[in-house]
């Protein structure tokens, strides 16, 4: 079972960046897919960028490639996802999670872009 904390959102300017991590306390990590998620007020999650367990594979919603990184660390138990370019429109929570669903999520952690 995951149990996961996200880190590293804030306040950043458009065309900035930030590198949000998550960590898992719990167990399984090293072995399932995981994604980052993220929800803006009033509107429905959405998948953002997901990483399979060995890190051979990752991919990204249209709206995020080649501005979104995602990777992760099997020995920490943790997963980064590294953001640049940053738009008005990427403002949301965003949360990790070991599938797309959501459920299992953790608190999550705030990004907002803004002037």
């Known amino acids: 079972q995951v149990r996961l904390v996200e880190s590293g959102g804030g306040l950043v300017q458009p065309g900035g960046s930030l590198r949000l991590s998550c960590v898992d306390s719990?167990?399984?990590?090293?072995?399932?897919?995981m994604y980052w998620l993220r929800q803006a007020p009033g509107r429905r999650q959405e998948w953002v960028s997901r990483?399979?367990?060995?890190?051979?594979?990752?991919d990204y919603r249209e709206s995020v490639k080649g501005r979104f990184t995602i990777s992760r660390d099997n020995d920490k138990n943790t997963m980064y996802l590294q953001m640049n370019d940053l738009k008005p429109e990427d403002t949301a929570t965003y949360y990790c999670?070991?599938?797309?669903?959501?459920?299992?999520r953790g608190q999550g952690t705030q990004v907002t872009v803004s002037s």
């Open positions: 719990g167990s399984g990590f090293s072995t399932s897919w």
């Open positions: 990483i399979n367990p060995d890190s051979s594979y990752a």
């Open positions: 999670s070991p599938d797309v669903v959501g459920d299992s």
